[in-house]
């Protein structure tokens, strides 16, 4: 054997072991070698494929780790599009699912009871053995092809083990985020001051959709299969396929049970309502399919699901626990939130030591008391919420809870509008964290995009550096160095960063003002509408609410703003400091593209992707993410993916240049 031979075979029994230690560990958990093991394994595998890249593999366990290559997701269409499931919430509906079954199936049946897995579908196909693709569910039709990403998720097997699986065939199921792996992630982030994941689905499915797979292959997702589709598939039922496809080496739970009667199911539902708790992922209900290919197709689909499946729904789970004390947090616009501090519950997966109140009327309605049971429910939302008591333990003594009168921080008195579900600290230029959070709003990536972390501006405020937003724009260097958190270097990059900002378009400028109901949206049309800030100030209430979307409220809270004096100063030191206070020209609403799809691709010199998709809004058009017969236009810059350059051309669109695109808005305009 001649050295390059021998070298292609150490290769080859370095990828074998690597994949079999992956598959022990993230699909059977029973690891056989340590981590330090493992680590040398796969750097020796490394070494090798980069000194000898006509070895090189796609699917060499090594491609886990992922590409930092920024990529758009090319759209799929599903070979069978992704159904969804009929949804019952109650063990009647449950019987019902049985006894339309029985009337179609007139013979005995097996049902298979499932988990159902609450994360992110995914179809992959594989064809001789090897993974080929991986598409998400979409719109059932047609979904994004997140390949790259989901390689790098180690429990699905890029290379099949055996040799009896079919030559093609498609697997699909769930990518999922264990709690521990959740909640580490959200404490990273923490830590970093990024704003936290609601739930491990959001976070599955936002780490799924990252353009940098070397960024996902850090994050700890799972996949756990439930259905797969072939010609050749060894079986004609779901349940002895499945069972067959964790021979192949995907990942297949054992809570699945195959139950007889309707009777054997409802106890697999009941069991799991209790047992959901202590898995390591969450679930939202149980599947509940008739197993033989055969009755399925006599069954047959609705529109949207199968006949021959449906999912029970488990209610959101709720815990009890005590209220120990009740925090009143003021937010940015000075709103007043009450938030209940817990004695620590064990709730879906993770501990839960705060919770939402909501606001006053919230309290009096459930009659909240200190040292209550409470009722906690996670909803869609970060902080979960308290949704009962339980009276029947309250203490003897206890007294409803008293609402503040004054604001926790600066003790003015509170004030609600009428209306409004929340109480408000009125004291905007004096209550520290309205000021803070006003400064952190101004500086937050959609509107002034200066990248400085919460506890930084806090910092800077602390240290009297800044008071209000028209100090960033006369911070000096030397000011920061002194500064715990700052060296040379950051120091210089915020600089630039802020001077950068005041290319920042009007509209994002006014959305950073952060004027009361003044959001992104509003803050778009008042742009488009007015043109400049002047003209905003200068508008009636009258005037305001003659503009669409714009409603008294929304006219009232902008007129009270340039009606303060520190607002219209702050302004007049912006403006100094040249920041935009109107519109740019070349982007106002126009009409040029009104009807015509545009898509863009690549990189841009003049603007970023996001400036090129908001100038394409603002004459008309309509961004699309994929090249189809009713694209009009594709604009490319550098980089341009080579998938959509080949299907512009076969559908004969116009290919145009950021300067074309450009242009062309603004002849229109100038004619
Ligand atoms: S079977 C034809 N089984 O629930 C429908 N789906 O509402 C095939 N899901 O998009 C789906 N666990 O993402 C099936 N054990 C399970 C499941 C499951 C979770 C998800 C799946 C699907 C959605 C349907």
Redesign the pocket.
């Known amino acids: 054997m001649d050295q390059l031979q021998q070298i292609k075979q150490r290769i080859d029994r370095l990828r074998s072991a690597l994949d079999e230690h992956n598959h022990r560990y993230y699909v059977l958990s029973q690891p056989s070698v340590s981590d330090f093991e493992y680590d040398q394994l796969m750097q020796e595998l490394i070494n090798l494929e980069t000194r000898y890249p006509e070895f090189f593999d796609e699917n060499s366990p090594s491609q886990r780790i992922g590409s930092d290559i920024t990529k758009d997701f090319q759209q799929v269409v599903h070979k069978n599009p992704?159904?969804?499931?009929a949804?019952t919430y109650s063990l009647e509906e449950l019987k019902e699912f049985e006894t339309r079954a029985k009337k179609i199936v007139n013979e005995p049946y097996e049902y298979i009871c499932?988990?159902?897995?609450?994360?992110?579908?995914?179809s992959l196909s594989y064809r001789n053995g090897l993974l080929i693709r991986a598409v998400t569910?979409g719109d059932g039709e047609k979904g994004d092809d997140v390949t790259a990403n989901v390689k790098t998720i180690k429990s699905i097997p890029l290379k099949l083990r055996g040799n009896d699986y079919p030559d093609e065939f498609e697997i699909?199921?769930?990518i999922l985020l264990p709690h521990e792996g959740f909640q580490k992630m959200n404490e990273e982030r923490i830590s970093r001051d990024e704003p936290l994941f609601a739930n491990p689905r959001n976070a599955a499915s936002g780490t799924l959709k990252m353009q940098n797979s070397s960024l996902v292959a850090k994050r700890p997702l799972d996949c756990?299969f439930?259905?797969i589709t072939g010609n050749t598939l060894p079986y004609q039922q779901h349940f002895e396929n499945l069972m067959k496809a964790k021979d192949w080496g995907f990942k297949i739970t054992q809570h699945?049970k195959k139950c007889r009667s309707i009777d054997e199911v409802l106890g697999f539902v009941n069991e799991w309502e209790e047992k959901r708790k202590s898995l390591p992922f969450d679930?939202?209900?149980i599947?509940v399919?008739i197993n033989s290919f055969d009755q399925q197709s006599r069954l047959g689909?609705t529109a949207k699901?199968?006949r021959w499946?449906t999912?029970y729904k488990f209610k959101a789970e709720q815990v009890l626990t005590r209220l120990l004390s009740v925090d009143f947090q003021v937010g940015r616009t000075g709103a007043i939130t009450p938030v209940a501090n817990l004695e620590p519950v064990l709730l879906g997966g993770t501990t839960v030591k705060r919770a939402s109140l909501h606001n006053a009327d919230q309290i009096a309605l459930l009659d909240i008391r200190i040292n209550d049971l409470v009722y906690i429910e996670k909803g869609g939302e970060i902080i979960p919420k308290v949704v009962g008591v339980d009276k029947g333990k309250r203490d003897f003594h206890s007294k409803p809870l008293e609402y503040i009168t004054h604001c926790p921080e600066c003790g003015t008195k509170l004030i609600r509008l009428e209306g409004e579900a929340k109480h408000y600290c009125p004291n905007e230029s004096g209550c520290p964290p309205q000021i803070k959070g006003r400064l952190i709003h101004f500086v937050s990536r959609k509107a002034m995009d200066i990248g400085l972390a919460e506890a930084t501006v806090a910092q800077l405020y602390d240290h009297d550096l800044i008071k209000n937003v028209a100090d960033f724009y006369s911070l000096r260097k030397e000011q920061l160095i002194s500064l715990e958190r700052f060296a040379e270097k950051s120091a210089e990059n915020l600089i630039a960063s802020i001077e950068n900002s005041k290319k920042v378009p009007f509209h994002r400028v006014l959305y950073a003002l952060g004027i009361r109901y003044v959001g992104e949206t509003v803050a778009k049309t008042l742009a488009v509408e007015f043109g400049s800030i002047d003209a905003i100030e200068n508008a009636t209430v009258e005037k305001l609410i003659s503009v669409d979307e714009i409603g008294e409220r929304i006219a009232e809270s902008i007129n009270s703003y340039f009606a303060d004096h520190e607002n219209t100063d702050c302004i007049k030191r912006l403006k100094e400091h040249g920041l935009q206070f109107q519109i740019n020209k070349a982007v106002q609403k126009g009409t040029t593209l009104s009807g015509k799809s545009l898509i863009i691709s690549g990189v841009f010199s003049q603007h970023s992707r996001e400036e090129i998709k908001e100038i394409i809004e603002q004459n008309g058009g309509k961004n699309v993410s994929s090249v189809s017969g009713n694209t009009d236009f594709l604009v490319a810059g550098k980089n341009i993916g080579p998938g959509k350059l080949e299907k512009a051309h076969k559908y004969g669109i116009p290919i145009i240049s950021e300067e074309e695109l450009l242009d062309m808005i603004r002849e229109k305009k100038g004619s």
């Open positions: 992704m159904l969804s499931l949804n499932e988990l159902k897995y609450d994360g992110v579908s995914i569910r699909r199921g769930e756990l439930y259905s699945i679930i939202d209900g599947v399919k689909y699901s199968p499946a999912a």
